[in-house]
């Protein structure tokens, strides 16, 4: 079975920083585009970041450009998203997922597999 373990969510700061961890099993990892999504509560699930099966190619929401990074390690089957400069806007219970794909390009639009969210809670 595949499985997606999303961790490192956590209380911070407005303006602090948080990494978050994606550990997969049960999947060819390259052979997979890998999606960070995000709901806040009382809004939709809105797609954050992702990045494309052999990393060379991200795509990030506009409303975290230049704040998130997201990058992966084949080695070791895990998607990262570091998280700057966070608001408390940027609250909500974080997801990642993947897309059976080898696209050169980040999309992340025809989602598969879903992991158990972590949440962020960004607050003074």
């Known amino acids: 079975d595949v499985q997606l373990q999303a961790s490192g969510g956590g209380l911070v700061q407005p303006g602090g920083s948080l990494r978050l961890s994606c550990a997969t099993s049960?999947?060819?990892?390259?052979?997979?585009?890998i999606g960070w999504f995000r709901q806040a509560p009382g809004k939709e699930r809105e797609r954050v970041s992702c990045?494309?099966?052999?990393?060379?190619?991200?795509s990030y929401a506009d409303s975290v450009k230049g704040r998130f990074t997201i990058s992966r390690d084949n080695a070791k089957n895990t998607v990262y998203l570091q998280m700057n400069s966070l608001t408390p806007e940027d609250t909500a219970v974080y997801y990642c997922?993947?897309?059976?794909?080898?696209?050169?390009?980040?999309?992340?639009?025809?989602?598969?597999?879903w992991g158990e969210g972590t949440l962020v809670t960004v607050s003074s």
């Open positions: 997922a993947t897309e059976h794909s080898r696209s050169i390009y980040a999309n992340c639009y025809a989602i598969n597999n």
């Open positions: 049960g999947l060819y990892f390259d052979d997979y585009a």
């Open positions: 990045i494309s099966s052999s990393g060379g190619d991200t």
